[in-house]
C-alpha cells in the first residue's frame, strides 16, 4: 500500500485504458494535417497515462490528502502570515459578474469590477496611510520590484542620475537584496544593533547622494518593532532617500499603526497574507504596491480613475513605469481581499493585529525556557528562538522541524532570519485559539525533551509522514526534474 | 570545530593559505558546518580585481545562499572549477576545498588577519 502511495499516475498507465469514450463525430471528419501546418504536427505519441476514471480520480485524491494546509491543521510558519482564509471571500469571488467577465470587455460592461478596484485602492491607501495603491503586482516580490522601479524612476524625472544604492538591513527577507539586484541597484546592508533594530548609526554612516533607498520591514523579521522608525525615515529622508516598507509582516500592525505615519513612500502588501487570501499551492499572490503622493505618477498603467460617466482605466499616464503585469492584476485574488476587508472593518483589524501579537509572545512566553530567545522583549506578530541549546544536545533545528511532522504540525520557518543561528520563527496569526496554541507549545516542550533523552530518535525524523527524511542536498545537487519511462 | 595552524583567518569565516605572493581562499569547518551541506558554488572570473571585502563568490547550502568575501586584494588567478561539480567538497574537506587563488597586491592586508588561535577564540565569543 505505501509504494502505491507514491507512484506516479504514468506509473498506473496500462495501454488502451480509458476514462472517457468519445461519440461518435457528428460532423465531417478532417484530417488534422489539414486543420494545422505540418512543422507543429508532433511525429511522435504523446507519452500520456492511460487510466480509468476512478484510477485518476483515486490518485489525485490521494495527493490531496498528502497534502497539509491551513485547512487541515495550524501552521506557524513565520514571515508568511499562514492565517485562516474564510470561505466566505470564495463565495463572493466567485459571484458571476466577478468569475465570468472577460479583461477585453467594454469599460461600461464591468462598473462593478471596476469600482470594486478603485474601492479596494481607497481602504488600502486608508489601511496604509498612502495616496494611492496599485493592485496590478502578482505577489510580495513583484510589488518589491515595483515599488524600486518607481522609486528609480522618481530620482531620475527630477534629473539625479547618481542614486544607483538600495540598503537593507541584515535581517532582512532575501527577496529584499534580490528586488533591488534585478532592479539595477547596488545593494548595501546595514547591522542590527543589539535590541535587533537598524543601527542608526551604521545608517547614517552608509547614507549619502547615491543611496535611492532604504527597504524596510515593520516590525521586523525577528518580529521586533523597529522602535527608531521615526529617526530612520529623517536620517533617509535628509539625505535624498526614500523608504520602502515590506508589507510582509503588516499583520502586526494592521488597524493600528500605518507606514505612512511612520515615514515610509512605498508599502507593498501582501493580500495572500494579511488580506487572508490563499498562499501557498500557487495562491495566486497579490502584491498591492501604494505610494505618496509624489510618486502617483510613476504607478504602474493602467489606473483606475472616476468621471462623470463612471469608473475607466486610465492609460494616459506619460510618467508611469508602464505595465508590470497582464490586464489588472490577480483580480480574483483582489475580490477575496475585499471582501475580508469589508467584513472585518476598521475595528476588526485592530483585533487582527493585536491578537496576532497577543498569540505570539503567549508562545514566546510559554516555550522561553525550554529553547534559546535571542532578543528577549515583547514581540510583535511572531517570535525567533534559536536551537542552539538542542543543536549543542545534537538535534539541530532542522531536526526539530522534522520532528515536529510527526505530530501533526507545518513546521516553523527555520534558518532565517539569517543573523540568528539555528533559527526558528513562529507566527501563529490570530486566527488560533488559545486550544491549539497550547497544543503546539506541548508538542514543542516534548521535542525538547526528547532532545534530552534521546537526540538520535528525534535525528530520525518524521516516522509517520508518506515520505521520510527527503536527502534535501542529494535533491538540490542532482535534480530529477523529468520523468522518464 | 577544526582550524589548521599557518592559515590566516577572517572574522567572515575564510581562510588565506599564503605561498609567496599567492594567496589561497576557501571558507572555514566553523563555516561549512554552519551552512549544512553545500549544494552550489559559484567561483569568481580569473583576471578579476578583487579589494578586500570584495564577494569572491557565492557557496549556496540547503538552508541558504551565503557571499564569500575576499579578505584580501589582488587578481583572480585561478579557480577551482572541480567545486563547480563536486560543491560537497567544501564539507568533506574545508582547509583542502580552496575557492579562487588570488595574486596578491598588498602582502601588509595579511597582518589584519587572525592566526588560528585567535580565530578560535573569536569564534567562541560569537556563539
Not at chain 1, 457528428?26 to 494545422?36: A, E, G, H, M, R
Not at chain 1, 547622494?209 to 532604504?214: I, R
Not at chain 1, 523608504?243 to 511612520?262: C, E, F, K, Q, T
Amino acid at each position: 500500500m505505501k509504494k502505491k502511495d507514491k507512484s506516479l499516475i504514468f506509473e498506473m498507465s496500462v495501454p488502451g485504458r480509458k476514462a472517457v469514450t468519445l461519440p461518435d463525430c457528428d460532423v465531417p471528419y478532417t484530417d488534422i494535417s489539414n486543420l494545422i501546418p505540418g512543422k507543429f504536427i508532433r511525429e511522435t505519441e504523446a507519452e500520456l497515462p492511460e487510466v480509468s476514471e476512478v484510477d485518476a480520480v483515486r490518485h489525485y485524491t490521494r495527493l490531496s490528502q498528502m497534502n497539509y494546509g491551513v485547512d487541515s491543521g495550524f501552521y506557524p510558519l513565520g514571515s508568511c502570515t499562514m492565517k485562516y482564509n474564510p470561505k466566505v471571500n470564495e463565495d463572493m469571488a466567485n459571484l458571476d459578474g466577478f468569475a465570468k467577465v472577460h479583461p477585453y470587455q467594454p469599460e461600461e460592461t464591468v462598473q462593478g469590477c471596476l469600482e470594486l478596484l478603485y474601492e479596494t485602492d481607497r481602504m488600502l491607501s486608508e489601511i496604509t496611510g498612502m495616496d494611492r495603491v496599485s493592485l496590478q503586482p502578482a505577489a510580495g516580490a513583484h510589488g518589491e520590484m515595483t515599488g524600486l522601479m518607481i522609486i528609480k524612476a522618481y530620482h531620475e524625472n527630477r534629473g539625479d542620475f547618481k542614486r544607483k544604492k538600495i540598503i537593507v538591513p541584515d535581517s532582512a527577507h532575501g527577496t529584499n537584496p534580490a528586488s533591488a539586484a534585478i532592479t539595477g541597484f547596488d545593494v548595501s546592508e546595514v547591522k542590527s544593533d543589539e535590541r535587533g533594530g537598524v543601527d542608526i548609526e551604521a545608517l547614517k554612516s552608509l547614507m549619502n547622494d547615491e543611496v535611492a533607498g532604504l527597504m524596510l520591514t515593520n516590525p521586523n523579521t525577528l518580529g521586533l518593532f523597529e522602535e527608531n522608525i521615526v529617526k530612520i525615515a529623517e536620517v533617509v529622508h535628509a539625505a535624498g532617500g526614500l523608504l520602502y516598507y515590506d508589507g510582509a509582516n503588516a499583520n502586526a500592525i494592521v488597524g493600528i499603526s500605518r507606514p505612512g505615519d511612520m515615514g515610509f513612500d512605498v508599502v507593498h502588501l501582501n493580500l495572500h497574507k494579511t488580506f487572508s487570501t490563499p498562499h501557498g499551492g500557487g495562491g495566486p499572490g497579490s502584491g498591492p504596491v501604494g505610494v505618496k503622493k509624489d510618486l502617483i505618477p510613476f504607478l504602474p498603467e493602467p489606473v483606475i480613475e472616476k468621471n462623470e460617466s463612471g469608473y475607466y482605466l486610465d492609460y494616459n499616464r506619460p510618467l508611469s513605469i508602464g505595465k508590470v503585469r497582464s490586464f489588472y492584476g490577480n483580480f480574483g485574488v483582489v475580490v477575496k481581499a475585499y471582501a475580508y476587508i469589508c467584513s472585518l472593518g476598521a475595528n476588526g483589524f485592530k483585533d487582527v493585529a493585536q491578537t496576532s501579537v497577543l498569540n505570539a509572545n503567549y508562545i514566546m512566553h510559554k516555550l522561553k525556557e525550554y529553547y534559546k530567545l535571542p532578543y528577549d522583549r515583547i514581540c510583535m506578530h511572531e517570535v525567533v528562538f534559536s536551537g542552539q541549546k538542542q543543536k549543542d544536545m545534537g538535534a539541530s533545528t532542522l531536526d526539530i522541524a522534522k520532528r515536529l511532522l510527526d505530530y501533526g504540525y507545518h513546521p516553523p520557518t527555520i534558518y532565517f532570519p539569517l543573523i540568528v543561528k539555528e533559527a526558528l520563527m513562529i507566527e501563529p496569526t490570530e486566527t488560533e485559539s488559545k486550544e491549539t496554541l497550547d497544543e503546539f507549545i506541548d508538542a514543542m516542550i516534548k521535542i525538547s525533551e526528547e532532545i534530552k533523552e534521546e537526540p538520535e530518535k528525534v535525528k530520525g525524523a518524521p516516522y509517520t509522514t508518506s515520505v521520510l527524511r527527503l536527502d534535501e542536498a542529494k535533491a538540490a545537487r542532482d535534480p530529477k526534474l523529468i520523468h522518464t519511462q | 570545530m577544526k582550524t589548521v595552524e599557518g592559515l590566516k583567518y577572517s572574522k567572515e569565516h575564510e581562510w588565506v593559505k599564503v605561498d609567496g605572493n599567492k594567496a589561497y581562499i576557501g571558507i572555514t569547518d566553523h563555516a561549512q558546518n554552519s551552512l549544512g551541506e553545500i549544494v552550489f558554488v559559484e567561483l569568481p572570473e580569473t583576471g578579476a580585481e578583487l579589494n578586500s571585502g570584495d564577494v569572491l563568490g557565492v557557496v549556496e547550502s540547503v538552508k541558504a545562499a551565503s557571499d564569500v568575501y575576499t579578505p584580501v586584494s589582488g587578481v583572480v588567478a585561478e579557480v577551482n572549477e572541480e567545486l563547480e561539480e563536486s560543491p560537497e567538497k567544501i564539507n568533506e574537506a574545508p582547509y583542502e576545498s580552496w575557492i579562487a587563488v588570488l595574486e596578491l597586491s598588498d602582502l601588509s592586508e595579511l597582518d589584519k588577519l587572525l592566526d588560528a588561535g585567535e580565530y578560535e577564540k573569536y569564534c567562541k565569543e560569537e556563539a
